[in-house]
């Protein structure tokens, strides 16, 4: 038993690693294009390559899945939406991930086969392994979401300080927004993509408004919420939008620093249970002791007599 649960961990560890360094592949090269800047457009050929091999790679492996589960119209919906907020925008993405629901239970029950784990209790370990694989595209696709969310959310005082530099330099709010896109394409690259494509809505016809209300609903982050209503505010009354930010891009930062200090005071509750179970257990130990084998040699001494 010991060795077949060892055997199936570190098997089911090794195809983790290789399926994310297959799908972070992406992410690879646009670091290196990031660490080599005399050679960028080399480079982002490179990436551009690599990426468009690994996206049609995984869906030639997941094609043949893609519609086994029945879906809705509905849960389609609600499924696009959030592989947008994790930055997926293309259709293909939702066939992806139905058949990655399907890949990866058959990929773990024939990896509790090969390791025979099935000897030990063959329908507990199965609907285990079968119940894991299936949950796990969605797990990770909420860890992709909430990842991308934080980093929009730490990312946005930094936008809206440039924001303030460009509008009182003479820019309107979708020059500024265009510029910001391009001066955080390094650094902030979620921000960068979202501001980008406010602009090719507005190209497309889409009022400003209804563009920066799509933005807020991409994100689904309450800062970036009320931003938009801010800003959507400034324009229609017509007040200064360099002043409104710069208040703004304050309270955020505030916001941000009482968050800081209310997790440090959490800290001295959460670290009770560390205490009880693991310190103060050692502590008694090394006090008590060497006072404990004193006694016990002195009633065996007594007890002798």
Request: contains cysteine; hydrophobic residues 50%.
């Amino acid at each position: 038993m010991p060795l077949a649960l060892l055997a199936f961990i570190a098997v089911f560890i090794l195809l983790v690693s290789c399926g994310l360094l297959f799908f972070y592949r992406d992410v690879m090269a646009a670091r290196l294009e990031t660490l080599v800047g005399a050679e960028e457009e080399p480079q982002g050929a490179v990436a551009r390559l690599l990426r468009g091999k690994s996206a049609a790679s995984v869906e030639t492996i997941v094609k043949p899945f893609q519609n086994v589960l029945p879906r809705s119209a509905q849960e389609v919906s609600v499924l696009q939406k959030r592989l947008i907020r994790a930055g997926y925008r293309k259709p293909s993405n939702v066939n992806v991930f139905y058949g990655a629901k399907v890949l990866v239970p058959l990929s773990l029950g024939l990896l509790v086969t090969v390791t025979g784990l099935y000897e030990y209790g063959a329908l507990f370990v199965y609907a285990i392994a079968l119940g894991l694989g299936f949950l796990m595209p969605d797990f990770w696709l909420g860890n992709r979401i909430k990842k991308r969310q934080l980093n929009i959310r730490l990312g946005l005082p930094e936008a809206l300080d440039l924001m303030v530099i460009c509008s009182e330099a003479g820019l309107g709010l979708d020059q500024s927004l265009q510029r910001v896109a391009r001066e955080l394409k390094k650094s902030q690259p979620e921000i960068c993509d979202e501001l980008t494509l406010i602009g090719l809505e507005q190209r497309a016809g889409l009022p400003r408004a209804d563009a920066l209300k799509n933005f807020a609903d991409r994100t689904d982050v309450d800062s970036v919420r009320a931003l938009v209503n801010t800003l959507i505010q400034a324009d229609t009354f017509g007040t200064s939008i360099a002043k409104t930010l710069r208040v703004y891009s304050e309270t955020l930062r505030t916001k941000r620093r009482q968050e800081a200090e209310e997790r440090a005071a959490k800290t001295t509750v959460k670290l009770v249970f560390p205490l009880v179970l693991f310190i103060f257990p050692s502590l008694f130990l090394v006090t008590l002791g060497p006072s404990m084998i004193v006694m016990f040699e002195a009633f065996d001494k007594y007890l002798l007599n």
